[in-house]
């Protein structure tokens, strides 16, 4: 299959790479009530997706995953059973790359609560529970905010414009069109059907509720020649305002859903606007941060690891001069990192030993949704895919 570039501004360690897709996946499946509602096609229920995009609404959101990830030293008390021995007493937190990952692997994992309040475009506020304390995420126009209750600290970024411009930029250039009005959203819908039925069943069931709300029940499913670990996945459309309020991402050989996220309740009004409204409590620690993209470091990232370069900008060993790139489409598409783009911590030959297995090529982390593949070579390899797509990728050169 033909290589296709693609510039990412910077590389997610493998083990986040599923958050990609818990972002819009689910906590429990969709419940059951008998509606009537009018029948629509794949193509309205995602024209009602596009135009519900900037509704005001507040909801609580229940969030559920079971990846089956592996459990790094510290996140349960103890090591992972065949784990190397550590001269760490086995009660110790995870220390450096470790804790990184840990934080990354624990978010992935089990049930966490939400709840969300958006005000618009370009206003928004999520606030994740764990126990008493709180992680603030704040979105009001170009200001950018995060806030720890737990550790009392706030890091605050100025966005170059408000993200409404940004995706409408997008939209205009994904559909083709530099300049002038965007795609609407039954032209976004339709072009989505049409690039994704190659590789893509598209059916709507109807009859359901979610937080006591009629939903039209959108379902994905990868067509049998697809080389792919997704089995498929169902969004629950809010039948009077078109947001999506329950996702669920099933894994192929396996009974429960991998990725569950659904609102619990559901209101579809705009929340009060000093929500938005953020100042950091007093002795919080602040830290300002450039926007993604913006800082120095981004700069060298870009150079170093974009589409068509490596290091110092020359061609990156062992890519053919095309820096990070995709193999093939749809479901079993393959992302292949150069070695000098992978993240030291990914690197770590004794964090190998904790996350991966041993396979031909290199070690394999492996989740029920997506598979990566550190080569021997120090390349990467990852897609929701089986572990043979990965290698077959990898053997290419």
Known sequence: MAMKPVVLKKWMPAAA????????ALASPLTAAAQDL???????????????EGAAFSGHLRKTANLGLPQLPGQDGHSQPGAPPSDAPTDAPPEGGYAHLAEKLALLSGTHEARVFSGGPDRMRVQVMDGT??????????SYWRYSSAENTAVHTTL???????????????YGESAGEPPTPEQIAGKLVDEAEPSTNFTVEEG??????????????????????VADVAIGVDAETGVPLAVTVGAVDQADPALDLEYTSFTPQAPDAALFDFEPPAGATVEERPAPGTGPEDGDRKHGCGAGEGANGEPS??????????????WDTVVRVPSECVPAELKDP?????LATEVDGGRLLHTSLVNVLVADDGRVFAGSVPTERLQAVAGQE
């Open 160 to 174: 170059p414009q408000p993200p409404s411009e940004a995706k409408q930029e997008a939209k205009r250039h994904w």
């Open 38 to 52: 009018p029948d629509k096609s794949p193509e309205q229920v995602i024209a009602m997706m596009a135009s519900s």
């Open 350 to 354: 004794a964090l190998l030993g904790q």
């Open 133 to 142: 304390d709180e992680e603030n995420y704040i979105l009001n126009g170009t």
């Open 208 to 229: 359901e509720t979610v937080a006591g709300r009629a939903v039209y029940t959108l379902r994905l499913t990868p067509k049998p020649e697809e080389q792919t670990l």
């Open 317 to 330: 060993d062992g890519t053919a001069g095309q820096g990070v790139v995709m193999d093939g489409e749809g």
């Open 17 to 24: 790479v599923p958050a990609i897709i818990a972002a819009y």
